[in-house]
């Protein structure tokens, strides 16, 4: 069975951190360039960043870099997202997907999955940072 789940995820204060993970099976992240992307109420999807299957590199949206790194543990099929000095604008439920023909730092990674669909992606983990 394929799957992605989320986890990490909790209520921090703001300027605190989390670690999410993003565990894969049946299938393996190797193959997948992996993005997380981000749900707060009442507003739209967004993409937070993704890394890519050859080479690791990595794509994050400008309100979290320098603040947010995302990683792979190919032996473990797992994605991680670190997220430090969290905001209160960082508050919603993070989702990880995957996708094997869309190029994470193509330019266009989210704009096409979260319109078009990808290949897996998981239920969420929620985050909640308050002030």
């Known amino acids: 069975e394929v799957r992605l789940v989320e986890s990490g995820g909790g209520t921090v204060q703001a300027g605190g951190s989390l670690r999410l993970s993003c565990v894969a099976s049946?299938?393996?992240?190797?193959?997948?360039?992996i993005g997380w992307y981000r749900q707060a109420p009442g507003k739209e999807r967004e993409g937070v960043s993704c890394?890519?299957?050859?080479?690791?590199?990595?794509y994050y949206v400008d309100s979290v870099k320098d603040r947010f790194t995302i990683s792979s543990d190919n032996a473990k099929n797992t994605v991680y997202l670190q997220m430090s000095s969290l905001k209160a604008e960082d508050t919603g439920v993070y989702y990880c997907?995957?996708?094997?023909?869309?190029?994470?730092?193509?330019?266009?990674?989210?704009?096409?999955?979260?319109?078009?669909?990808?290949?897996?992606w998981g239920k969420g983990t929620p985050v909640t940072v308050f002030s």
């Open positions: 890394i890519t299957r050859s080479d690791h590199s990595t």
């Open positions: 997907i995957a996708d094997r023909d869309t190029d994470c730092t193509g330019g266009n990674y989210f704009d096409t999955l979260l319109r078009f669909g990808m290949d897996y």
């Open positions: 049946g299938f393996s992240i190797a193959d997948y360039d």
